[in-house]
């Protein structure tokens, strides 16, 4: 075994499917590591901790927009209302029966994954743009009728519910800092990954894959599509369920204002950006939607004395840098972030012989 | 490609480098703040005035002294009225800019963020006065400078039962029967700013003997309103409370005309401003609403202020586009100047000390139109008098301060505290 994995070619498909081919592999998903629970939490600071802990966040959606979309081929417009399922699933079982809250996190994902079967039906029947008309049922049925009208009675707390201060806790660990909420983060994010990585390399991702390519070919291979069509919905629904689970303990607050349609919307274009049918693109997107703006932040906020009509009249063009991000993506870098990243990996593995 | 890899390549440096290298000295002698708006989300309508009027406030601030000397630095961002987003500037204005204390915007972020202000002990003075924020032993950093929702909801819908139904001669044989007047609320459920004063409106309600008819559900961006004006028509309510902002109250009421609703019309401060009746045309004629404060340019005593610093710092924006929200940002920035400068004298420039000054304020008089400001350490509301207006022809003119507490004594002190 060499440390590049130029030249490396595999005998049997346990070596092609391993996760750690090469050290040299092993040794970046160590540092990779080392970054991410040792850097970041203990050396950056809070307010990084805070916008990593966003990206998090936002790469939990996505990633089961990636899995609907990317890798089974169910456009969905309405991933936040399976966040917003989660978010209420576990807050209302925090509250109303004082569950703990890594026990609410998982019946959060279960229901979510649930609920997104529930509105995965229609793809047994409709494909494409109707597909996409049912994803769009499923966020304003739910955020806007179901939990608004309905589960934000419950309680009698109003719209917006607030978690008393140590109703978040693991066990004796009372999640009430940024460091101990971004932990949490990083190690769901980390679970949940891996977990999609195995099932991608498994039959049933081979089987969503064969959908998303074609759905005919599939069938007459003896995939059920239909099965395998809810069983991406749940998978993608549990993830966008801990994805909102998460999202509580982040704020220990929630209203139905935090599951806007623009967010479902928001989590595409994470997808469009970072790369579809991809799970680096996953993290590239959140990474690149969230640092823009955070980036923009830095780029405005020293300015404004000097130009104050920076922050009346410059920050429209900020809805308008979104929209124009993803035009730009689709036109000249169809493959997203992710593809970019591959293409920069190959230049230096295969250096100096790149032909 | 290898073109393409190094201009790419330098794109991200570039970002890296804005990232990390923006990290900019901190001066001596200056407080900081940082502000949170919307000026381009769901409710930009109202934000974006109220964006401006909170830097030609803290201008002011800093033209007549500072903060005892020391100068207020603000660190001023929209956030487009998303709660991610609203997290993120928050923790870097924590953080990152080290503010004393934040001005904040909507119920949405306000709400979302009252848990991680309450447990860092940042005062958070935002535009949203929803009353669930008035219970200092919940949320003792959330303030604001004027009436609650709760109390604008109650004192709008009891101006309406005194000066109309009550006078009114066209209820007067209804009246004499003793039949109850009917009521119904048209806000957006799913924003925590429509629906806060819902629960107290429909006591209110019930302490006067209205009947009261089912919500409708109308969005804060709603362009069309026709379904839930029908919907209401077959309840023929006689007074419609409206929750939302100015946009979305305008087209309920262009399409209660439009369709004869045939009812007369409440509307919270934030749905209650100049452009109402630009928007809304003849539809507004007769509508009373609750303001926190005077309208831009009526006379108070700080008003020419005002009206200078609109000029001086915001010259492209001509005063007869500018709105009440440019007079409450004022009120926002100057309680907080003013609690800034007593902590400053006791020596404890941080969040418990502005908060602790804030509680001395008695009977304050602001020179903005607004109601006297008393804050005690068990009562986080603010005043108790509300003004309302009517719209006639086009023009605000004063109905009533209904003074609550004067009212029901009782009920304000032991009720109605935090809902």
């Known amino acids: 075994m060499s440390y590049l994995p130029s030249g490396v070619y595999h005998e049997y498909y346990r070596q092609d499917h391993a996760w750690w081919q090469t050290r040299f592999i092993l040794a970046k998903m160590i540092l990779l590591g080392l970054i991410i629970f040792y850097v970041i939490p203990f050396w950056s600071g809070l307010y990084i901790i805070g916008v990593a802990t966003l990206i998090i966040y936002t790469a939990m959606g996505a990633l089961g927009v990636q899995l609907l979309i990317g890798y089974c081929g169910q456009v969905t417009l309405g991933h936040a209302a399976f966040l917003a399922v989660g978010a209420y699933t576990s807050t209302l079982l925090i509250l109303q029966l004082h569950v703990p809250y890594l026990l609410s996190v998982l019946i959060a994902g279960i229901v979510a994954g649930l609920w997104s079967v529930l509105f995965g039906l229609p793809s047994a029947k409709v494909k494409g743009f109707y597909l996409i008309m049912t994803s769009l049922a499923a966020q304003f049925v739910t955020v806007d009728f179901i939990l608004t009208q309905y589960v934000s009675q419950i309680g009698g707390r109003g719209q917006a519910f607030s978690l008393p201060p140590g109703s978040i806790s693991i066990g004796p660990i009372v999640l009430d800092d940024d460091v101990k909420?971004?932990?949490?983060?990083?190690?769901?994010?980390?679970?949940?990954?891996?977990?999609?990585?195995?099932?991608?390399?498994s039959r049933v991702g081979r089987a969503w894959i064969a959908i998303r390519d074609n759905d005919i070919a599939a069938e007459t291979m003896g995939i059920n599509i239909v099965r395998y069509k809810l069983l991406a919905f749940f998978v993608g629904g549990f993830i966008g369920g801990i994805a909102g689970a998460y999202w509580v303990s982040t704020l220990a607050a929630l209203s139905p204002e935090h599951f806007p349609w623009f967010w479902s919307l928001w989590l595409v274009g994470v997808i469009l950006i970072g790369g579809v049918g991809s799970i680096h693109g996953v993290f590239f997107g959140s990474l690149f939607m969230?640092?823009?703006?955070?980036?923009?932040?830095?780029?405005?906020?020293?300015?404004?004395?000097?130009?104050?009509?920076?922050?009346?009249?410059?920050?429209?063009?900020?809805?308008?840098?979104?929209?124009?991000?993803?035009?730009?993506?689709?036109?000249?870098?169809?493959?997203g972030l992710a593809y970019r990243w591959w293409q920069i990996k190959n230049y230096f593995n295969l250096w100096p012989f790149s032909y | 490609m290898k073109r393409k890899l190094v201009v790419f390549l330098a794109v991200i440096s570039v970002v890296l480098l804005g990232l990390g290298g923006a990290a900019w000295a901190q001066a001596k002698g200056e407080v900081r703040v940082g502000s949170l708006n919307d000026t381009t989300g769901a409710t930009s309508d109202v934000g974006k005035d109220y964006a401006l009027g909170i830097a030609e406030a803290v201008a002011y601030v800093n033209d007549t002294g500072?903060?005892?000397?020391?100068?207020?630095?603000?660190?001023?961002?929209?956030?487009?009225?998303r709660i991610p987003e609203a997290i993120t500037t928050y923790k870097r204005f924590r953080d990152f800019d080290k503010v004393v204390a934040v001005l904040g915007w909507g119920t949405g972020d306000t709400e979302a963020l009252s848990p991680t202000i309450t447990k860092d002990k940042i005062p958070y003075v935002s535009a949203s006065y929803s009353a669930h924020l008035t219970d200092p032993k919940k949320t003792p950093y959330n303030l604001f400078f004027t009436s609650d929702y709760s109390s604008n909801a109650r004192a709008a819908i009891t101006a309406w039962f005194d000066h109309v139904w009550k006078k009114d001669p066209a209820y007067k044989e209804r009246r004499d029967k003793g039949e109850k007047?009917?009521?119904?609320?048209?806000?957006?459920?799913?924003?925590?700013?429509?629906?806060?004063?819902?629960?107290?409106?429909?006591?209110?309600?019930?302490?006067?003997?209205?009947?009261v008819g089912q919500d409708q559900d109308v969005s804060l961006t709603a362009?069309?309103?026709?379904?839930?004006?029908?919907?209401?028509?077959?309840?023929?309510?006689d007074l419609v409370w409206h929750g939302n902002t100015t946009m979305s109250v305008a087209t309920?009421?262009?399409?209660?005309?439009?369709?004869?609703?045939?009812?007369?019309?409440?509307?919270?401060?934030?749905?209650?401003?100049?452009?109402?009746?630009?928007?809304?045309?003849?539809a507004a004629e007769g509508v009373m609403g609750a303001a926190v404060c005077a309208f831009f340019g009526v006379k108070t005593p700080l008003m020419p202020k005002i009206m200078e610093y609109a000029k001086k710092i915001n010259p492209g924006v001509p005063a007869e586009k500018r709105l009440i929200r440019t007079v409450q940002a004022w009120g926002a920035v100057l309680i907080l100047a003013d609690a800034m400068r007593v902590a400053d004298k006791a020596g404890e420039l941080n969040g418990p000390g502005i908060v602790k000054a804030l509680e001395t304020f008695r009977n304050k008089e602001l020179g903005l139109g607004s109601g006297l400001f008393n804050l005690t350490s068990t009562d986080h509301r603010p005043t108790s008098g509300v003004p309302i207006y009517r719209i006639e022809k086009?023009?605000?003119s004063l109905v009533e301060i209904v003074d609550l507490r004067k009212r029901w004594p009782e009920k304000w002190d032991k009720e109605w505290l935090g809902w």
């Open chain 2, 223 to 237: 362009l069309d309103t026709k379904s839930q004006v029908l919907a209401a028509k077959s309840f023929m309510p």
């Open chain 2, 66 to 81: 500072g903060i005892n000397g020391k100068r207020i630095k603000l660190f001023q961002y929209d956030y487009g009225y």
């Open chain 1, 290 to 335: 969230v640092l823009i703006l955070e980036g923009l932040k830095f780029a405005i906020m020293p300015l404004i004395p000097y130009y104050p009509e920076l922050s009346m009249k410059f920050l429209f063009l900020k809805e308008a840098a979104f929209g124009l991000s993803i035009c730009l993506f689709l036109i000249y870098e169809p493959n």
């Open chain 2, 394 to 396: 086009g023009k605000f």
């Open chain 2, 252 to 282: 309920a009421l262009k399409d209660a005309q439009a369709l004869g609703l045939g009812a007369h019309h409440i509307v919270n401060n934030w749905g209650f401003d100049e452009n109402l009746p630009r928007l809304a045309g003849a």
């Open chain 1, 181 to 201: 909420v971004y932990f949490l983060g990083a190690i769901l994010m980390v679970l949940l990954t891996m977990g999609v990585v195995n099932l991608l390399r």
């Open chain 2, 181 to 211: 007047p009917r009521f119904q609320c048209f806000y957006m459920f799913a924003s925590p700013y429509a629906s806060a004063p819902i629960k107290a409106i429909k006591d209110q309600a019930a302490i006067l003997g209205f009947e």
